[in-house]
């Protein structure tokens, strides 16, 4: 991607270089007992064909007996490969040394497991067993139809393996992953599990549900899996290397994001202003404002979450896009009061990630001047521990020039590369605009 920086950051960029580089029919109802009857029976027929080759993965801290963490995993070869989420294996490939992980059959045989290769983006990893290989699970070979029935097998909670029974509603609009949505059950322990269409053959792996929302789970199509388990015949890699694959996958993410972004921003115009709006399909707005009649100041907020972040241990996900505005219009207030209103809005909180993964934030603060307005910018980064070359971004923009109307705008960026993330800034900074 080309990178451009024009006349409204080159002050920032010097000052942190130094810093960081320190329709609706139906046929009508069968008879209850009918249709209870069928389902039972088709879930049954899956469950026991495939209960050899799912395996339970439990991860372990230090010498511990008792588990921290666990997932499900199923053969995908005949000589012990078997495919489970990332998300499962993250913590043993992020802080190597201080976990393991061991497998336990339906039928209660135990070992260890190793990881073999991983795939963050899709959330994927296969793992190989010592002493176990199971038949592999047959791969289908397409998505389902809308409306298709599913399943989904895994070890939940601590109750064994189970099966959970619903519908697959097709390939997730707008998703900047492939999801397959999946209205049936998926709870936490699943995670890595196969899902499998009417005949058996495996549609996708269990990925993830929203919490508190009814039978909304998602799967990771199994297509994006294929290239993944061709890799997993070469040879054992060490933790570096498994460290160094993760570090060029979250760089390929990044490029992909802001790839995904680029071109002219897409505006909108609110409160007198021209801000960016929702800058990608996968990109997710909502609009709010305050209806109270005894307001003394209009306010419209507007909040936007990219949803693109992957997620390489519990609490750290990077390469994703947040952004909000807020919108003031003085009604009662004055305009000194009116100032403080909106300076109270200002602070830049940078209030993703933990520290224990990202060094500290350096920010620099100027007036600028933008289409048609004066406005007040801090933009601040700070680089990943462990990550080298990755960053994160955070901006706050605050408009000056007029005493009965202005905005905040709040920028997140994480898991970027220095140069294109700032590039990124630079525009999204140059398509804000006052109307006359």
Not at 10 to 23: C, K, R, S
Not at 184 to 193: F, P, V
Not at 374 to 382: H, L, M, S
């Amino acid at each position: 991607m080309k990178m451009r920086r024009g006349r409204i950051l080159p002050f920032i960029v010097a000052a942190i270089v130094i810093f960081l580089d320190t329709a609706y029919a139906q046929e009508p109802p069968l008879p209850f007992q009918s249709v209870a009857s069928a389902t039972s029976e088709s879930a049954r027929e899956i469950l026991g064909r495939v209960r050899p080759s799912v395996i339970m993965i439990s991860g372990f801290y230090g010498t511990n007996s008792a588990p921290a963490f666990h997932g499900t995993g199923f053969s995908v070869t005949a000589d012990g490969a078997f495919l489970t989420n990332y998300h499962v294996v993250a913590e043993l490939v992020t802080l190597p040394g201080k976990y393991r992980l061991e497998y336990r059959t339906n039928e209660g045989k135990t070992g260890k497991l190793q990881v073999v290769v991983v795939d963050v983006r899709h959330d994927l990893a296969v793992v190989r067993a010592d002493d176990y290989a199971a038949p592999p699970l047959k791969i289908a070979s397409s998505n389902p139809e809308k409306g298709e029935r599913a399943f989904s097998v895994g070890f939940p909670l601590d109750v064994g393996l189970t099966i959970t029974e619903g519908i697959s509603n097709g390939l997730v609009q707008d998703s900047f992953e492939a999801r397959l949505h999946y209205s049936g059950a998926i709870n936490a322990g699943m995670s890595g599990g196969p899902a499998f269409d009417a005949s058996g053959n495996v549609i996708g792996i269990n990925v993830s549900g929203y919490f508190l929302q009814q039978l909304v789970s998602f799967l990771v199509p199994v297509d994006r899996a294929k290239s993944l388990i061709a890799r997993a015949s070469g040879p054992l890699p060490d933790a570096e290397m498994l460290k160094a694959d993760v570090l060029a996958q979250v760089r390929a993410h990044s490029n992909d994001l802001l790839g995904a972004l680029d071109g002219p921003i897409k505006t909108q115009v609110v409160g007198g202003f021209i801000l960016p709006a929702q800058l990608a399909p996968f990109v997710d707005c909502s609009a709010s404002g305050d209806t109270s009649s005894n307001r003394p100041v209009d306010r419209v907020r507007i909040e936007c979450n990219g949803k693109a972040g992957i997620q390489l241990r519990p609490g750290f996900v990077v390469g994703d896009i947040h952004y909000i505005h807020t919108i003031l219009t003085d009604s009662k207030l004055g305009s000194w009061r009116f100032a403080n209103r909106l300076s109270a809005f200002s602070a830049a909180s940078g209030r993703f990630g933990l520290r224990q993964h990202l060094g500290p934030f350096a920010c620099e603060t100027r007036a600028i001047k933008l289409k048609g307005f004066d406005a007040n910018a801090i933009v601040c980064a700070r680089g990943y521990r462990k990550l080298t070359g990755i960053y994160d971004f955070t901006v706050r923009v605050v408009s000056l020039s007029y005493p009965d109307r202005g905005f905040v705008s709040h920028l997140d960026l994480s898991g970027l590369e220095f140069d294109s993330g700032l590039a990124f800034v630079q525009r999204f900074l140059e398509s804000m605009e006052s109307q006359p």
